[in-house]
């Protein structure tokens, strides 16, 4: 069964990410953390912002990773078969100033913790880190502070 690489990166991540070092401000606690497809049906802010007079049972998160859909091209063998497939994912990273969080922080802490994963788990499914930007959000009420994290994979035809 072929899974997309957004799901096989939430798994990676899942798995090796270590929250303990995402920390709020007093660097003790840790940052409650939202890891979940891009694009959800519903305000971002949300999952960021005590917004429960929205229902649904929204906790709020003090950051979010939002794994993006995939750019793909084929990698060809030496007789330009195809042979695999090379991904780049976005992983969109925010957080917004509140109390006992500075978002800039949180967000520098959290890039570090993206980077390790990255580096010291290549193996498996040959991912590397591509590049970081930034990518603030400006809403009518909110700036939403982050970066896009992007990350090659390697994948089978399958």
Known sequence: MAEDARYRTIVYITAYINTSNITKDDDATI??????????????????RDVGQLGGGIEESDLTILVGTPTSKPRTGHDY??????????VYVHA????????EELLWKAE?????????????????HVTTAVNN????DALLKGFTFTMNYMRDKT
């Open 137 to 140: 959000i400006v809403l009518p």
């Open 81 to 90: 078969s195809i042979i695999g497939y090379e991904e780049s994912i976005p």
């Open 112 to 128: 570090a913790e993206l980077r390790r994963v990255v580096e010291t788990n290549p193996l498996g499914s040959v991912r590397t």
């Open 96 to 103: 917004i100033d509140k109390y006992g969080i500075t978002a």
């Open 31 to 48: 940052a409650n953390i939202c890891l979940m497809y891009s694009k959800p049906d519903y305000p971002l802010i949300a999952e960021l």
